[in-house]
């Protein structure tokens, strides 16, 4: 598969960003994982990068440049939306005559966007807040379960 063939959407809080480290700074601290410069690199070379991440456009882009990764992600491909459910059907559309990973934190979302686009294939980031409480869906398991996101440069590269 060519590279314009692939895209990776990746969720930012919990999946990219250290989120509960920024929370208990009282929203100073701006860090990334440790392993993300190094996957972003690598990804680079073999796919288009993008965002797809809820909540404020400019607190969540802020997260991006103040980390120094906001130069991986065009504006064409950066999908911040208040409610990712609303807008889920349309991003899955836009990238239809690509190859889709879905990288979340967020089981139920990589479920719904399974059941829109069945061929997308959807890496559940087993991580953070969200991933600790999540439970079970019946009848759903992502394509991908990592707990450190240099696992995907290896499911995206294959």
Do not use: C
């Amino acid at each position: 598969m060519q590279f314009n063939k692939k895209i990776v959407l990746f969720d930012i809080d919990y999946t990219l960003f250290d989120t509960a480290l920024f929370k208990e700074s009282r929203l100073l601290k701006h860090k990334i994982y440790k392993e993300v410069i190094d996957v972003l690199n690598s990804l680079s070379q073999i796919a288009i990068l993008g965002i797809f991440s809820e909540g404020d456009t400019d607190f969540q882009k802020k997260k991006l440049k103040e980390t120094n990764i906001d130069k991986y992600f065009t504006k064409d491909h950066t999908h911040i939306v208040l409610k990712k459910i609303d807008d889920l059907k349309a991003i899955l559309k836009k990238y239809e005559d690509r190859k889709i990973f879905f990288v979340d934190d967020k089981l139920d979302i990589l479920f719904d966007a399974k059941k829109l686009s069945p061929e997308v294939f959807t890496i559940w980031v087993k991580r953070g807040f969200y991933a600790k409480k999540q439970k079970e869906i019946p009848g759903f398991a992502p394509n991908a379960t990592i707990t450190n996101l240099k696992q995907v440069i290896k499911v995206v590269g294959a």
